[in-house]
Nanobody
Framework: QVHLVESGGGLVQPGGSLRVSCAASGSIFSFTFMGWYRQAPGKPRELVAGITSGGRTNYADSVKGRGTISRDNAKNTVDLQMNSLKPEDTAVYYC??????????WGQGTQVTVSS
């Protein structure tokens, strides 16, 4: 069992930057995949960015070139840096730790609002 706590959300103006962080209560070393997801009102949850235990990353097309995910196994944290934010980036951002097929953990989410 691992608990994930997101932080760093807030209100940011269009074009601005934000860094959201995910802190795990235990080691994330064994999780094959750590991801940041988001869910906007009325829309399904979607993967924003992910990083494997080997450091391979993948990004949603909508954030490619604007987002950077990083993983620190020593600190048990996963961060997502988002630049050039747009109003359509507004959503609740969730951190997830996964080790298929049996383990999948989620945080409570942090609200990111992009508005002038």
């Amino acid at each position: 069992q691992v608990h994930l706590v997101e932080s760093g959300g807030g209100l940011v103006q269009p074009g601005g930057s934000l860094r959201v962080s995910c802190a795990a209560s235990g080691s994330i070393f064994s999780f094959t995949f750590m991801g940041w997801y988001r869910q906007a009102p009325g829309k399904p949850r979607e993967l924003v960015a992910g990083i494997t235990s080997g450091g391979r990353t993948n990004y949603a097309d909508s954030v490619k070139g604007r987002g950077t995910i990083s993983r620190d196994n020593a600190k048990n944290t996963v961060d997502l840096q988002m630049n050039s934010l747009k109003p359509e980036d507004t959503a609740v951002y969730y951190c997830s730790a996964q080790r298929p097929p049996s383990y999948e953990y989620w945080g409570q989410g942090t609200q990111v609002t992009v508005s002038s």
